[in-house]
């Protein structure tokens, strides 16, 4: 099974801007999706972003219209750019491959550590 590593987490002021990127050691060009999730403290992890094999994208509403997920196949890597950070975007940040963006949680690899991001108000 391959392996996920996510980067590019930190500490930003509210308003601020991130870019996390996804290495993913296997070719995602097999891949029907690809993802990120976010899990803040006390929460479930969530499907946040999902993009496609064709490009579409999807998004969950807290984030739409600040975040943008895209993918770089010819790299194996998955990026986020979060715009606009506010401090309830707080959460360990996770990229995955899930069957399908409807079955967020059936992924094919198992969870990488995640990239923090903390959002000061």
């Known amino acids: 099974q391959g392996q996920l590593a996510e980067s590019g987490g930190g500490l930003v002021q509210a308003g601020g801007s991130l870019r996390l990127s996804c290495a993913v050691t296997r070719s995602i060009n097999r891949f029907k999706a690809l993802a990120w999730y976010r899990q803040a403290t006390g929460n479930e992890r969530e499907l946040i972003a999902g993009i496609t094999s064709d490009g579409g994208t999807k998004y969950v509403e807290s984030v739409k219209g600040r975040f943008t997920i895209s993918r770089e196949n010819a790299k194996n890597m998955v990026y986020l750019q979060m715009d606009n950070l506010k401090p309830e975007d707080t959460a360990v940040y996770y990229c995955?491959?899930?069957?399908?963006?409807?079955?967020?949680?059936?992924?094919?690899?198992?969870w990488g550590q995640g990239t923090q991001v903390t959002v000061s108000s």
């Open positions: 995955n491959i899930p069957v399908a963006l409807e079955v967020p949680n059936n992924v094919y690899f198992n």
